[in-house]
């Protein structure tokens, strides 16, 4: 399979015309050097986290069975810069205890690799791979800060709670950006993905298997800056999501203008927004007795896809927004999914030593339009939380979260779950510098 994956994404890069992830500011140009202008270095860095966390309904289901685990989370990270290279590898297990429910622990085991090279003063070449096995229903409450970003268009869909379930994720792209004048550049990738889950207890809040999905993608863009603070560009994307098992396809393109506003060191905007085209092909079963046909369908739809982000930082306080609409995979629920996502974090320094966060996320997932029905899936999560700076490297963290999903329609039914969850965490991190 690692053959295959590596091919596909050689395949991409080479033959298919793609878009590609720059993970600076917008309108930062290529043509910087990622190595470090003071020479080359080696940072190991890492830490460990202890965290105890309460949940009102571990079970996922109406019984709503109450747990207390405690997990333990050490990571490790070494970055290394060249005068033109950087690259990283970072890796996070992750291991917890269930104490009423005995059965409800899980393990995580999480690594990312990303390298950037700069072949020429304007051509540089940036590679990405992350992967992620867990049996976690609530990893997704608790991202990794330090994985390597990935274009919004190939993030995994994490809007479902899945219990009981060994979820497996990779994803890896390729990218190429080429500074094409002073003020333009231009960008190719491709990019590759798979999700797979195993060992759902189905009778836990949902009644169907978790469908696996594998998908392979190409983009590339064009962007012009038009003014000291303004960014515009076109991009084309294309996405072939397609379950093996369930003999499902869906091929997504679509053309996006994009702009981006840097109003100051502080603060930015990036929009986009165009039409969206998708192709589907679906099987379903016709029976005439004594046979049982299985009878192919397709679908096109036209639709738009759109989106944006504004960050804004203060001296004490930050403001993250982001909003999307587009075709994404299927979260488990199908091959592929429209989905409408919106999320805010709001964090402010209240003292020396305490700090608060706030964030909200909103996910609207549908079914797009079959013989097979219609069906959707709401998402929310909601927390809080205060930290507090103990020492240099050790901080004491005490966070809330309400979650709840629900089902609509013909084709998905599941029952409507909720969760109270709240835990205390102590963090020690540290860094250091090799030869020093």
Same mark, same amino acid.
């Given at each position: 399979?690692?053959?295959q994956?590596?091919?596909?994404?050689?395949?991409?890069?080479?033959?298919? !015309?793609?878009?590609?992830?720059?993970?600076?500011?917008p309108?930062?140009?290529?043509?910087? !050097?990622?190595?470090s202008? =003071?020479?080359?270095?080696?940072?190991?860095?890492?830490?460990?986290?202890?965290?105890?966390?309460? %949940?009102?309904?571990?079970? +996922?289901?109406?019984?709503?069975?109450?747990?207390?685990?405690?997990?333990?989370?050490?990571?490790?990270?070494?970055?290394?810069?060249?005068?033109?290279?950087?690259?990283?590898?970072?890796?996070?297990?992750?291991?917890?205890?269930?104490?009423?429910?005995?059965?409800?622990?899980?393990?995580?085991?999480?690594?990312?690799?990303?390298?950037?090279?700069?072949?020429?003063k304007?051509?540089?070449?940036?590679?990405? %791979?992350?992967?992620?096995?867990?049996?976690?229903?609530?990893d997704?409450?608790?991202?990794?800060?330090?994985?390597?970003?990935f274009?919004?268009?190939?993030?995994p869909?994490?809007s479902?709670?899945?219990p /009981?379930?060994r979820? @497996?994720?990779?994803?890896?792209?390729? %990218?190429?950006?080429?500074?094409?004048?002073?003020?333009?550049?231009?960008?190719?990738?491709?990019?590759?993905?798979? #999700?797979?889950?195993?060992?759902?207890?189905?009778?836990?809040?949902?009644?169907?298997?978790?469908?696996? @999905? @594998?998908?392979v993608?190409?983009?590339?863009?064009? @962007? *012009?800056h038009?003014?000291?603070?303004?960014? /515009?560009? #076109?991009?084309?994307?294309?996405?072939?999501?397609?379950?093996?098992?369930r003999?499902?396809?869906?091929r997504?393109?679509?053309?996006?203008?994009?702009?981006?506003?840097?109003?100051?060191?502080?603060?930015? #905007?990036?929009l986009?927004?165009?039409?969206?085209?998708?192709?589907?092909?679906?099987?379903?079963?016709?029976? $005439?007795?004594?046979?049982?046909?299985?009878?192919?369908?397709?679908?096109?739809?036209?639709?738009?896809?759109?989106?944006?982000?504004?960050?804004?930082?203060?001296?004490?306080?930050?403001v993250? #927004?982001?909003?999307s609409?587009?075709?994404?995979?299927?979260a488990g629920l199908? !091959?592929?999914?429209?989905?409408?996502?919106?999320?805010?974090?709001? *964090?402010?320094r209240?003292?020396?030593?305490?700090?608060?966060?706030?964030?909200?996320?909103?996910?609207?997932n549908?079914?797009? =339009?079959?013989?097979?029905?219609?069906?959707s899936?709401?998402?929310?999560?909601?927390?809080?939380?205060?930290?507090?700076?103990?020492?240099?490297?050790?901080? $004491? =963290?005490?966070?809330?979260?309400?979650?709840?999903?629900t089902?609509?329609g013909?084709?998905?039914?599941?029952?409507?779950?909720s969760? +109270?969850?709240a835990?205390?965490?102590l963090n020690?991190?540290?860094?250091?510098?090799?030869?020093?």
């Open positions: 399979m690692n053959n994956k590596y091919s596909a994404l050689l395949v991409l890069l080479l033959a298919t !015309v793609a878009w590609a992830q720059i993970t600076a500011a309108g930062d140009s290529p043509s910087a !050097v990622p190595g202008e =003071e020479g080359a270095t080696n940072v190991i860095s890492g830490g460990l986290r202890v965290s105890t966390y309460f %949940d009102d309904n571990a079970s +996922n289901n109406l019984d709503e069975r109450s747990n207390v685990a405690t997990f333990l989370e050490p990571h490790l990270s070494w970055q290394m810069t060249r005068n033109r290279m950087k690259w990283s590898l970072d890796y996070q297990p992750a291991f917890s205890w269930s104490y009423q429910l005995s059965h409800y622990g899980s393990r995580t085991q999480a690594g990312d690799a990303k390298l950037e090279y700069q072949l020429t304007r051509l540089l070449i940036n590679v990405r %791979d992350s992967y992620d096995v867990t049996t976690n229903t609530f997704q409450l608790s991202k990794q800060e330090f994985a390597p970003n274009n919004i268009f190939d993030r869909n994490d479902l709670l899945l /009981a379930t979820r @497996t994720t990779e994803l890896g792209a390729v %990218d190429v950006i080429y500074q094409l004048a002073r003020h333009t550049v231009t960008g190719v990738s491709g990019t590759f993905s798979q #999700l797979r889950y195993r060992s759902l207890d189905v009778g836990q809040g949902l009644s169907v298997e978790p469908v696996g @999905t @594998t998908s993608g190409g983009r590339a863009f064009a @962007t *012009q038009i003014s000291p603070r303004t960014w /515009a560009g #076109l991009e084309y994307n294309f996405d072939d999501f397609n379950s093996p098992n003999k499902t396809r869906s997504v393109q679509n053309i996006l203008y994009t702009h981006s506003l840097i109003f100051s060191r502080k603060m930015a #905007l990036s986009f927004a165009g039409p969206e085209y998708s192709h589907d092909h679906d099987v379903f079963l016709l029976f $005439l007795p004594p046979l049982l046909l299985s009878v192919p369908e397709n679908h096109n739809h036209w639709s738009w896809a759109a989106g944006g982000t504004f960050s804004w930082a203060g001296d004490l306080t930050s993250n #927004l982001s909003a609409r587009q075709i994404s995979d299927g199908a !091959v592929a999914l429209r989905l409408e996502r919106v999320g805010v974090e709001v *964090q402010r209240l003292t020396r030593r305490w700090t608060g966060r706030l964030t909200a996320d909103y996910d609207r549908q079914l797009l =339009e079959t013989s097979a029905g219609t069906g899936l709401n998402y929310f999560s909601g927390s809080c939380g205060l930290t507090r700076d103990l020492m240099k490297d050790l901080s $004491l =963290e005490l966070r809330y979260w309400r979650t709840q999903q089902f609509t013909t084709t998905f039914s599941g029952l409507p779950l969760h +109270n969850r835990s205390v965490s020690y991190t540290f860094s250091h510098v090799l030869g020093r």
